[in-house]
């Protein structure tokens, strides 16, 4: 983001939690947002979609345990996980800064596997034709 408001880099492509408040303050200009709909706190900004361009790609967060974690460890972590999320507070804070919750159907540690392969599988090939590399 500094960077982008030193005239270092012309593009960034950043979550709304981070652009917001420059974007608000006008230090940087919002093109478009890559979500398939507007955001509650950036209303006036159109998607990319309404722009002509077929993109999207999103941030999301998950917690992670080492592979073999036990099954009751899991199952207590995701229920005080889905308690948090369920919380008018924390949903406030969220949503305040941009952020979806996930649908309640997707909160499974079934289905964050099944999403976690879904991504690499989506975003495999494009990063494979950047050239980027693992120094």
Not at 1 to 30: F, N
Not at 50 to 74: C, H, M, R, S
């Amino acid at each position: 983001m500094q960077d982008l408001q030193g005239g270092r880099i012309d593009y960034l492509c950043e979550i709304i939690s981070t652009a917001k408040p420059q974007i608000d303050g006008g230090t940087v200009k919002a093109l478009a947002i890559l979500s398939q709909q507007r955001s509650p706190v950036l209303p006036n900004l159109p998607t990319a979609a309404e722009q002509g361009l077929d993109v999207q790609a999103y941030t999301w967060n998950a917690i992670f345990l080492p592979k073999g974690a036990p099954p009751a460890i899991v199952k207590r972590l995701n229920e005080a996980m889905i308690q948090a999320m369920n919380t008018q507070a924390v949903a406030d804070r969220l949503q305040s800064l941009g952020a979806v919750l996930v649908a309640p159907d997707r909160r499974s540690p079934e289905y964050l596997a099944k999403f976690v392969h879904s991504e690499i599988e989506k975003w495999a090939a494009p990063i494979k034709a950047s050239g980027v590399t693992v120094d």
